[in-house]
């Protein structure tokens, strides 16, 4: 007997919020929408390539003053 196994995986869309302030004092908020696959991807990993983004955006040296990560969803 054969069985055929479903792919249940399924990626989600997750709204990002994070605010930085550069080395010259630079205070910046920027958002927007990021995909991700739960039991793949962990909000850790989520946040480094939210994270990678900003650094290409505004340059390496910065820090973050805030950030939220949530479904994307009402």
Known sequence: MTTQTEDTTTALTYHWIATIQTARGQI???????TAVP?????????????????????????????SLTPDQL
Do not use: C, M, R
Not at 39 to 67: C, D, M, P, R, W
């Open 39 to 67: 039991g793949v991807h962990t909000h850790t990993t989520t946040y480094q390539n939210i994270q990678a983004y900003l650094q290409e955006k505004y340059g390496s040296n910065f820090v973050v003053l805030f950030f």
């Open 28 to 34: 910046a908020t920027d958002d927007g929408p990021v």
